[in-house]
């Protein structure tokens, strides 16, 4: 599901509860409330055909809680079982057809995490979505993805937060856009305290 869809279906959510509240909480039927009226004609055992919207609006919740349900089924926070594995902090850098990411400031000064080739590795503040870790509350749970193209020795890198990824001269990433960078770029993410550089594995060529 895309970004755009997920929030549709969150605004919509919304919009029915909002009716549902007004619904059962303003006199909008002839001076009753849908819930007085559906209590009365159940008391009283008159034909429902008369309620029939006061019914139809009362099953708002019930959509609303649906789509809720297929936000959290669907949700692209997820991270595919192919990037499951983690990743340790100071594994050699001379690792087979990896890159590195090299933390420059910040809290992971001086950590280095292998970026496996072709695979899509997520930093952030939060562990489940992530395999690289960053406790920082500017830091978003899931800020960012690195890919290592081995073939090219390049990098693809993915902004999805909401304090940005940056340049090493300042200029900020565009949210969802994947750009491919070179072998010893350097970013800086959320207040910019914490900078990291991506290297290449260049042994095959030496």
Same mark, same amino acid.
């Given at each position: 599901m895309t970004d755009k869809h997920r929030r549709n279906c969150t605004l919509l959510a919304l919009f029915l509860l909002l009716i549902e509240a007004a619904v059962l909480c303003l006199p909008v039927f002839? =001076? *009753?409330?849908? +819930?007085?009226? &559906?209590?009365q004609y159940w008391q009283h055992g008159q034909m429902l055909s008369h309620i029939v919207i006061p019914l139809l609006l009362l099953v708002c919740p019930i959509i609303s809680i649906c789509l809720l349900?297929? +936000?959290?089924?669907?949700? /692209? #926070?997820?991270?595919? @079982?192919?990037?499951?594995? %983690?990743v340790s902090? #100071?594994?050699? @850098?001379?690792?087979?057809? &990896? =890159? /590195?990411?090299? $933390?420059?400031? =910040? %809290? +992971? @000064? =001086?950590?280095? $995490?292998? +970026?496996?080739? *072709? /695979?899509n590795v997520f930093l952030g503040r939060s562990s489940q979505y992530c395999q690289i870790v960053v406790n920082s509350s500017d830091i978003s749970r899931r800020h960012a993805s690195v890919c290592y193209h081995a073939s090219r020795h390049t990098f693809v890198i993915t902004d999805y937060s909401a304090n940005g990824t940056y340049t090493v001269d300042g200029e900020r990433l565009i949210a969802n856009t994947s750009i491919e960078v070179p072998d010893g770029s350097i970013f800086s993410i959320g207040n910019r305290k914490t900078s990291f550089r991506l290297s290449a594995n260049r042994e095959d060529n030496t």
């Open positions: 002839h =001076g *009753y409330t849908a +819930l007085q009226i &559906c209590r349900f297929h +936000l959290k089924v669907h949700s /692209t #926070d997820k991270i595919p @079982e192919v990037l499951s594995a %983690s902090a #100071d594994a050699p @850098e001379n690792v087979s057809n &990896c =890159g /590195t990411l090299l $933390f420059l400031t =910040g %809290s +992971l @000064e =001086g950590k280095s $995490f292998p +970026l496996p080739a *072709y /695979t």
